[in-house]
Structure formats: C-alpha cells, structure tokens
C-alpha cells in the first residue's frame, strides 16, 4: 500500500499551524536579515551563544583558541536539547492532532491520539526541565541536584535580582509555574493511570467494593457499560480537545520561556564581564 507521506505532512502542519504550534526554528527573526524583538532571545542564542565553536581552525586545521568550560559546555548541551525535545513535541503533538480526528467518544482502548499525545507531554516536561537546568547552571555554575531543583531555581532567582535582573528573575518564576498544568498531568499519567483501561478498571472495582460494602448494586453504577459511563466521564471528545489544548498551550508558553531564558543568559553573561 502506498501512503502519500508529503500529503500527511502537509495535514499535520496545517493542524499544528492552525493552533499555534510552529516550529521552534521559525522564532528568532522577520527575515533572513530582522531580528524579531518579541523573540530577540532566539536571534541572541544565535548570534552570541554562551559558547562559540571554532569552525575556522577545524577548516584551518589549527588549535582553537581557547578550551569551553565546564559551565559552557553544559549550557550548550542544555540549550541544544531544548531545541532538540521541542521538535520531538512537535511532532508528536502533530500526530496527537491528526488521530484526534478519529477518536471515538466510547472507546476504551489506548487510541493513536493516547500514544501521542503522552510521548509529547513527556517531551514537553523534559523540554521545561531543560530550561530550568539551563538557569540554574547559567547563575549557579553548577549542574543542579536532581532532589532540589526548586530550591536551586530560587537561588538563580535571587542571584539574578542581585545583578539587576529582578524582572527577568520575576518573569522566569512566573512562567515555571505557569507550565505547573503540564507536570501535572505528566505526572498523573506516570505515576497514577495512564491509559482508559485502567481507568476503565478504577471504576469496575470501586462499583464492585461499593456493592459488596453495602450489599447492594446501585443503579448509577451502571452495571451493563460500565466501560461506557467511564468514558463519558473520563475520556469524552470534549476530554480529549481539552488534552490537545493542554499540549498546544504548553508548547506555546514553553517557546515563550526558552526566549526569556536565553534573553536573561545573554544579559547576565554580558553583566559578569564588566
């Protein structure tokens, strides 16, 4: 059989575009030549990153002029891996957006939009958690530990208010918890029920303690479609556009963060050498 894969391309584009969702490299700039102000952060990552490869002595065959440090190298590691997990999103939100179309409302099963929208929320929370290293690595020089990284955050934002950037430091503390809806849910599908069978399953058992404790079946129980009341109060069509929305949001607050973030990199690495 044969898929017209430029044509599925092109409907999963148009899906991401219609809600917002463009790719992580069309940020930054106007034109080949303007800088885009509402995202100078993207053109400022490109133009002066925390670390400059030089690619004329690998052409020249010479040494370098100088070796990165460790805090450079892991800033640019983390700024690299953020592009990296955005596009991963992306195109899974994509995905998640094209199988959204066939999404029965009373369907147990794991759908195509289950599987891709939960590898995009994961590369959702991992793209944040790059931000927050990247901060915390930037003020700190330090990588941060694993057991107190919001303790580590607030102490980037107090070192970032004492250079003078409290509004940036304000900004960033805002847009962390502004992005607190997608752990969440993060964090319920990977560490409490990821897909409708289990949820499925949840309500089956609850029915069955409920009637054993009482010694009576209850007519809300709905004991001929128990699956079925699940999914009406679970994983209804309006559930699954309000799970879309939710990864649309969060791609587009995520993109907004990584500017501030490498905005606030450049300007407190601009601060430290006067």
Same mark, same amino acid.
């Given at each position: 059989m044969t898929v017209?894969?430029?044509?599925?391309?092109?409907?999963?584009?148009?899906?991401?575009?219609?809600?917002?969702?463009?790719?992580?490299?069309a940020f930054g700039w106007l034109n080949e030549e303007e800088v885009d102000p509402e995202f100078v952060g993207y053109a400022m990552w490109a133009q002066s990153p925390p670390y400059a490869h030089d690619f004329d002595g690998w052409q020249n065959n010479t040494p370098p002029?100088? +070796? #990165?440090?460790?805090?450079?190298? !892991?800033?640019?590691?983390?700024?690299?891996?953020?592009?990296?997990?955005?596009?991963?999103?992306?195109h899974f939100i994509g995905h998640a957006l094209?199988?959204?179309l066939?999404?029965? #409302?009373?369907?147990?099963?794991?759908?195509?939009?289950?599987?891709?929208?939960? +590898?995009a929320l994961v590369a959702l929370t991992a793209a944040t958690d790059r931000l927050s290293d990247f901060i915390?690595?930037?003020?700190?020089?330090?990588?941060?530990?694993?057991?107190?990284?919001?303790?580590?955050?607030?102490?980037?934002?107090?070192?970032?208010?004492?250079?003078?950037?409290?509004?940036?430091?304000?900004?960033? !503390?805002?847009s962390f918890k502004a992005i607190l809806k997608a752990r969440e849910a993060r964090n319920e599908v990977v560490h409490g029920? +990821?897909?409708? #069978?289990?949820? +499925?399953?949840?309500f089956l058992i609850a029915a069955e303690r409920k009637a054993f404790e009482e010694k009576r079946w209850h007519a809300a129980d709905n004991r001929q479609a128990p699956s079925g009341d699940v999914i009406h109060k679970n994983e209804g069509l309006a559930d699954?556009?309000?799970?879309?929305?939710?990864?649309?949001?969060?791609?587009?607050?995520?993109?907004?963060?990584?500017?501030?973030?490498?905005?606030?990199?450049?300007?407190?690495?601009?601060?430290?050498q006067t």
């Open positions: 017209d894969l430029h044509a599925l391309r092109n409907t999963i584009e148009e899906l991401l575009c219609s809600r917002g969702v463009f790719d992580i490299d002029a100088r +070796a #990165p440090t460790e805090t450079e190298q !892991q800033q640019m590691e983390l700024g690299h891996d953020f592009f990296g997990l955005m596009k991963t999103a992306r094209l199988h959204k066939a999404v029965l #409302p009373l369907d147990i099963e794991p759908s195509s939009f289950d599987f891709n929208a939960f +590898a915390i690595v930037t003020t700190l020089r330090r990588m941060p530990d694993r057991n107190a990284k919001k303790r580590e955050r607030n102490e980037a934002y107090g070192k970032l208010r004492a250079s003078g950037l409290g509004v940036e430091a304000d900004a960033l !503390q805002e029920l +990821a897909t409708p #069978p289990a949820h +499925a399953e949840r699954v556009e309000a799970r879309a929305k939710l990864l649309c949001d969060c791609y587009v607050k995520l993109v907004k963060m990584g500017d501030l973030t490498f905005r606030t990199e450049h300007d407190w690495r601009q601060r430290q």
